[in-house]
């Protein structure tokens, strides 16, 4: 059990801002949604903005916040993006160029900050359903994969899709479905379902993101669209400046997951 | 019935482009949706995709098209945004400048196209449900209202949400909901029932927009969030230069209205 899993959004992230908590926020305030973050120069934010519009599967925007503004206006009270994230990466035209605990000192009047649904939400939902999630009861990443599926591209945005995989028995499968189908906010309804060859993934057993888990006889492996598919667009398309958040490092909303429904 | 209602999408988008029609699409390629149309320099684009991006039930984006591309390319094949639309609007600072057939001589570079969902989708939805559609039932254009519900703002765009109505006998008020809240693109469920004076509308009778339609004893006003919300908001941020469709001079899509679920 987390430490922090029952302190509440609003401390926790003081706790972030003021440097006390530095690590990863997976379990911190139990049942409250996190996100991932993209910011990026407004020069670039339309096509990005059009990015996730076009494919919203992979990228649910959660909050998009004004040029220049710090603070969050739906998804939580009182935040600081440039400082309520445990640990932030900087990028330059591409390349990462460091991991800071706070961007304080490179924020810019024109930077727009892009919030994105999280399967973590939704791995919940999958619990509250009887489908038992691997990766949780493994205690590893969840595993990823680079698919053949292209993304719609959008401006200088583009790349194919990146899936998170968890293995469901097969009397279970209808069930993971409707019971993620129902949050379109987090990914939704899985984007496909057995097959791995079908989407171009060689070796399920060697991801290219997260850790591998094991796939028990009579078990399917349901692939949901990942928010790993924007940054990995990002990457591609090199921006002369971006910021994201670490992995795992993510930014603690005050909604419920349940309220992504 | 309209003498186009068995065309095609494309061919009627033909005639369009060929000036043989120049009048209202309404009742034009039956089945299939139409949408309305924004268009702004990609200066001011980022802040209108974030303005329908936070007041999704008002602008459904159907599309949205690179900069400088007059070419569709998800919900119609073929089209050429500059030419397949009957009737432009062009606007100078907020003043409508000019009615035109096409607006080829005023393309740029920079300009970006908003396809936006619009309540013609809806009523055919209603009417499968048993719902009856009073404005079409006495060939009236919908009674529309400025409500006082405010937008969330986005840079320049801001206002509050205009609502169309439609009166429903009590006992099909859930239907109504129903059959429309599973079409999110065409902008879903009600926002309000009955009890105009709550949502700022003095006089049920005296549309802003439309044309007023009977309202018999024991049905209820049913308003649904409007398109006409997001041109409200394009009037009062008066940018420098935009487009739109010229009223009930709709771009028709390749998709049908129950695609749009």
Partial sequence: MNQYSETSPREVRE???????????????????????????????????????????????????????RLLRFIAKH????????????????VLTGEYPNIEKFWRDDLVSFLIGCSFSFELELLKAGVPVRNIEENRNVPMYITNTPCESAGIFH?????????????????AVTATAAMPKVHGAPVHVGNPEDIGIRDINRPDFGESVTINPGEIPVFWACGVTPQVALMAAKPAFAITHAPGHMFILDLKNEELK
Avoid: W
Avoid at 27 to 45: H, R, S, Y
Avoid at 79 to 91: L, S
């Fill in 15 to 69: 706790l972030i801002r003021r440097d006390v908590i530095t690590g990863q926020t997976s379990g911190m305030c139990a049942g409250f949604a996190q996100a991932n973050l993209v910011i990026l120069p407004k020069e670039q934010a339309f096509d990005f903005l059009l990015f996730a519009q076009r494919n919203p599967k992979p990228c649910p925007i959660l909050e998009v916040t004004d040029a220049g503004s």
């Fill in 79 to 94: 935040a600081d993006i440039a400082t309520d994230i445990p640990k932030y990466r900087v990028y330059e035209h591409g």
């Fill in 159 to 175: 790349g194919t899709m990146v899936v998170s995989m968890r293995p469901v028995p097969s009397r279970l499968i209808a069930k």
